[in-house]
């Protein structure tokens, strides 16, 4: 089956019709379906299809002559009932995460999961079989949509986020990650660095959309990483105290709104000042009444900038005035970091090594950094990690609005399978 068949099947699941966004969750009915769907088609080829230990996704086209390898379904780890098993040494790991932020587009993350399961059916119509082991992986949780955690999936396999921790992050309806995952059939208590696995990857190239216009600019169809910015959440909670909006005088409001807003417009100040961005996308004011002061406002800063230096420094100034705003209006404030990711470079060799087989015979591929973060961005610390980007005419993402044409797709399907030909097949 070719891109556009598996790509239709699945642009259905967890959509809202209302919206054309997605909904696509971790843990959650949508999110499951997403889940049996990756199997379906890992099966429908023959991959063996398994569930990590920190319910990452893994299918898997083994080479013909892999000796003590299981059959095809047999399960990748002890999660799924059988015994765990190394799939390495030299395994070239492809994909990406199937989850959505609220509302999000059908692309970022699904791009690269549809068009690594195309470029392996490519290789296979052209007669290739591996001479190592290749695995199509989605990562759970990346958006951090639901747990907060950007990564959470592919953290948790690179040993860069505590497992107690993580089993206790809870959602907005207080349901924690364990129960979630308890509820959907995976034990939680697996969760945790999987150091046989990493020990098993030689390298892991995820394919995604640009979330940017520069290959547009460039003219270009498909691009390379060279990076991307360090970025992290914080979690600012403002506690007042909740009262009547129509008959309590001003003097005498504990209003946690008014320093949630200095907050607001202090972050894109400060990300003026500092060359980066920063975004409050989420605010939860509770208990949310018209006519109500609040008693609490939750709000979510995600902040990123070109080094670390500046980031900390953008972070502070946006912190410093959310508690002086705090202090002015009598207002409490407590801060956390939900998540940080340092700044990433992506490793300069297979980097150079992409760059060759892309660019054989025709124009060198455009290379770009970015301030998204991605699962490769996570496990570049543990493995050599490269990105393919495919051109976004708008640059939208995050968005039901993000796009790339089919033709265009199409090219990021033979880029990576020209790759997984280069890395795996010769
Ligand atoms: C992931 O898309 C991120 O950059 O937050
Ligand atoms: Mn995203
Ligand atoms: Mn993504």
């Not at 206790?168 to 696995?197: C, S, Y």
Request: with cysteine; aromatic share 6%.
């Amino acid at each position: 089956m070719g891109f556009p068949a598996l790509w239709e099947s699945l642009l259905p699941l967890g959509r809202d019709n209302g919206t054309g966004g997605y909904q696509r969750f971790s843990w959650t009915p949508a999110g499951a379906a997403c889940r049996s769907w990756f199997r379906d088609v890992a099966a429908e080829r023959g991959l063996r299809a398994g569930t990590d230990r920190n319910g990452n996704l893994w299918a898997w086209w083994d080479p013909p002559a892999a000796g003590a390898v299981p059959e095809p379904g047999a399960a990748l780890s002890a999660q799924d009932g059988a015994p765990a098993w190394s799939p390495g040494p030299g395994a070239i790991v492809t994909g990406s995460h199937l989850d959505s932020v609220p509302d999000g587009g059908a692309f970022d993350g699904p791009l690269g999961v549809v068009s690594a399961f195309a470029a392996i059916d490519a290789l296979r119509e052209r007669g290739h079989s591996p001479r190592r082991p290749v695995a199509v992986a989605a990562f759970t949780e990346e958006e951090g949509a639901r747990f907060g955690v950007a990564c959470l999936g592919s953290r948790l396999l690179a040993g860069k986020a505590d497992p107690a921790k993580a089993r206790a992050l809870t959602d907005r309806d207080g349901v924690t990650l364990a129960d979630a995952m308890t509820a959907a059939g995976h034990d939680p208590d697996t969760m945790g660095p999987d150091e046989t696995l990493l020990a098993g990857i030689a390298a892991y190239v995820e394919l995604h959309i640009e979330q940017g216009r520069a290959l547009g600019d460039l003219g270009a169809e498909v691009g390379l990483a060279s990076g991307i910015w360090p970025h992290g959440r914080w979690r600012l909670a403002f506690t007042g105290r909740a009262d009547h909006a129509g008959t309590t005088r001003l003097a005498d409001r504990h209003d946690p709104m008014l320093p949630c807003a200095a907050a607001i417009l202090a972050a894109r100040d400060a990300a003026a000042g500092h060359e980066g961005l920063a975004t409050v996308g989420k605010l939860i004011p509770e208990p949310g009444g018209v006519n109500g002061i609040s008693s609490r406002v939750t709000a979510w800063l995600d902040a990123r900038a070109p080094e670390e230096s500046r980031l900390n420094a953008l972070v502070g100034q946006v912190l410093a005035a959310a508690r002086a705003a705090a202090s002015a209006h009598g207002v409490d404030l407590d801060t956390s970091q939900e998540s940080f990711t340092p700044a990433v470079e992506f490793h300069v060799g297979l980097r150079d090594r992409l760059a060759g087989v892309l660019g054989a015979g025709g124009a060198a591929t455009p290379v770009l950094g970015t301030g998204a973060g991605h699962d490769a961005g996570v496990l570049a610390a543990r493995v050599p990690a490269a990105m393919l980007f495919v051109r976004n005419p708008s640059g939208v993402s995050h968005s039901p609005a993000e796009h790339a044409d089919q033709a265009d797709c199409l090219a990021g399907v033979a880029a990576l399978a020209a790759v997984l030909e280069d890395l795996a097949c010769r």
